[in-house]
T-cell receptor, first 115, second 114 residues
Framework: AQKVTQAQTEISVVEKEDVTLDCVYE???????LFWYKQPPSGELVFLIR??????QNEISGRYSWNFQKSTSSFNFTITASQVVDSAVYFC????????????FGGGTRLMVKP | DVKVTQSSRYLVKRTGEKVFLECVQD?????MFWYRQDPGLGLRLIYF???????EKGDIPEGYSVSREKKERFSLILESASTNQTSMYLC?????????????FGPGTRLTVL
């Protein structure tokens, strides 16, 4: 069975601080895909990144970076110099090993960035 | 841009009512999904459809049914609403095929059952 755990339910930081959101996953598949989504107060989940299990390179996109470590089954997400607009719920997800792009989601981490 | 729309942002219903939640996507996606979102539990899959008139149960289908008569529209039906179905409901769609695609989400419907 697959499982995604986001142990941090809520994080509060002050603007300009760096913050890391943790994601730990469980799967028996040798090939798998991981995702991060952002859910702002408007409610609509926004896709941030997709990473496959063969690509362990870290990725950076502006203030966002992702650290994928197969050895610890983790796919952590760091926001550098956080801004108030980063306040949202962030979800980590794992693609299920079947057709149709079904995902298993973690419980989400609510990030609050205070001015 | 992919657009997924849901018929209502907020809905209040009474216990025992039949409830319809509608979802429409405009990008000709084969795959469509219904999730419910509850605090601490993340998103849980209720039903999935990979083509017109085709559906598969997700992780928590009990108390729900779905309808996919047209490719662009996927409806979630609560046959007899109960208070434990009070939740945020999210619809999503994704392209078909063997490639791995992200899902595109609607804004959600917050349903309250009294």
């Amino acid at each position: 069975a697959q499982k995604v755990t986001q142990a941090q339910t809520e994080i509060s930081v002050v603007e300009k601080e760096d913050v890391t959101l943790d994601c730990v996953y469980e799967t028996r598949d040798t090939t798998y895909y991981l995702f991060w989504y952002k859910q702002p107060p408007s409610g609509e989940l926004v896709f941030l990144i997709r990473r496959n299990s063969f690509d362990e390179q870290n990725e950076i996109s502006g203030r966002y970076s992702w650290n994928f470590q197969k050895s610890t089954s983790s796919f952590n997400f760091t926001i550098t110099a956080s801004q108030v607009v980063d306040s949202a719920v962030y979800f980590c997800a794992l693609k299920r090993n079947n057709a149709g792009n079904m995902l298993t989601f973690g419980g989400g981490t609510r990030l609050m960035v205070k001015p | 841009d992919v657009k997924v729309t849901q018929s209502s942002r907020y809905l209040v219903k009474r216990t025992g009512e039949k409830v319809f939640l509608e979802c429409v996507q405009d990008m000709d996606h084969e795959n469509m999904f219904w999730y419910r979102q509850d605090p601490g539990l993340g998103l849980r899959l209720i039903y999935f459809s990979y083509d017109v008139k085709m559906k598969e149960k997700g992780d928590i289908p009990e108390g729900y049914s779905v309808s996919r008569e047209k490719k662009e529209r996927f409806s979630l039906i609560l046959e007899s609403a109960s208070t434990n179905q009070t939740s945020m409901y999210l619809c999503a769609s994704s392209p078909p095929g063997t490639g791995v695609h992200e899902q595109f989400f609607g804004p959600g419907t917050r349903l309250t059952v009294l």
